[in-house]
């Protein structure tokens, strides 16, 4: 009778664990980054984050004069923006600047002007925690798994290009967008 006991308990701790594993492995998409799981716009349009309740965590180029202008064009859009510099820290500290941004209550992790290759560790946690990454501007070619970041954005002048701030919205709330984005700052 006992070993029919201690059994039935076993099953029923190998059913919990599996069922646990099959809820925490639902949060990360498959094959896709966080925020760019959407090939097309759905049928039935969802009522996305609005703007004030949007927080970006921007981590800022290892120049943070190339920073001010697009955390400005941020901020002057409504958009809730944290800013993290970079200025004068080594390239390492990018992994760590990404995990501390992804203890905080946030939408999305925006990267500056940076080379994010060697910061793929930081990449991961920010995709497992479900929050995605947006990089501006890299100033290396980008050779990181696809998955780690929703959108490339880069900045230019011209009128036709989205503004950051929607552009930003299109990510946060998992529109259909391409890979890589002109965005205009104002």
């Known amino acids: 009778m ?3 006991i201690r059994t039935r308990r076993v099953l029923a701790a190998i059913a919990c664990a599996t069922a646990l594993v099959s809820l925490t492995a639902g949060c990360v998409p ?3 980054a966080v925020g760019d799981t959407q090939a097309t716009e759905p049928a039935i349009q969802h009522d ?15 120049d943070s004069s190339a920073d001010r202008p697009i955390v400005d064009a941020l901020q002057a859009a409504g958009l809730n923006t944290a800013y993290m510099s970079m200025q004068g820290v080594d390239a390492a500290s990018g992994n760590r600047a ?5 203890n905080r209550n946030l939408s999305a992790v925006m990267i500056g002007p940076n080379d994010v290759n060697q910061w793929a560790e930081g990449l991961k946690v920010a995709r497992e925690a479900g929050y995605p990454v947006i990089l501006v501007d890299p100033t290396a070619p980008v050779t990181l798994d696809e998955t780690l970041y929703a959108a490339i954005f880069t900045v230019t002048d011209d009128a036709s290009a989205s503004t950051i701030l929607d552009a930003s919205i299109q990510v946060i709330d998992d529109h259909a967008h391409p890979k890589t984005m002109p965005v205009r700052l104002g």
């Open 98 to 102: 990404i995990i501390d941004a992804t």
């Open 30 to 32: 498959k094959g896709v």
């Open 48 to 62: 996305g984050v609005d703007v004030s309740d949007a927080v970006v965590i921007y981590i800022g180029a290892s």
């Open 2 to 4: 006992a070993s029919f």
